[in-house]
């Protein structure tokens, strides 16, 4: 199913709609300020392996980032120093995965790698998603090394190659091509593993 939100205004009937089939244990792709992105309910174990499944993700050597509404939250997930926090604080939301040492309320399998990725993307559909679930969302790029960039990056393509896969793809405008940077938190100087959007501010 194919469905347009604006990412201006979000319409709340829509949101309401993708967060049932996420409760459900449903597989969205939804857009980020980056690129489009799988995902479902970062803390349902059968969607999350699906997921992995799907994209030959192995949960135990690669990290499993999760998108968070805002800061306010992100100490349920993950361990953070204040210096940290401080620099997150200036970069997001915006086009950075930020990886830091799991807690225990995440599920096991993210344990094995001890470490998470966390986004908070500038785009407000998938914040209000998040919010609207009271948990995070799993995301991992819709992007394959031999896609043609339109199906990356424009919504009714993206369908047409996921439809069968994904339970709700949501039209948020055309996707961009560049993925975030990702920033490894879990030593006392941050370091950048993968520039890409975004310019860190330190």
Known sequence: MLIKIYPDNPNPREIERVVNVLRDGGIIIYPTDTLYAIGCDALNVRAVEKICALKGINPQKSNLSIICNDLSNISEYAKVSTPVFKIMKKNLPGPFTFILPTTSSL???YKSKKTVGIRVPDNNIIREIVKQLGNPVLSTSVKDENDEVEYTTDPELIHEKWE?????????????????????????????IRQGKGILIL
Do not use: L, M, R, W
């Not at 091509?177 to 879990?186: F, G, Q, W």
């Open 164 to 192: 069968n896969f994904a339970d709700i793809v949501i039209d948020g405008g055309y996707g961009g091509i560049e993925p975030s940077t990702v920033v490894d938190c879990t030593t006392d100087e941050p370091q950048i």
């Open 107 to 109: 599920p096991k399998i």
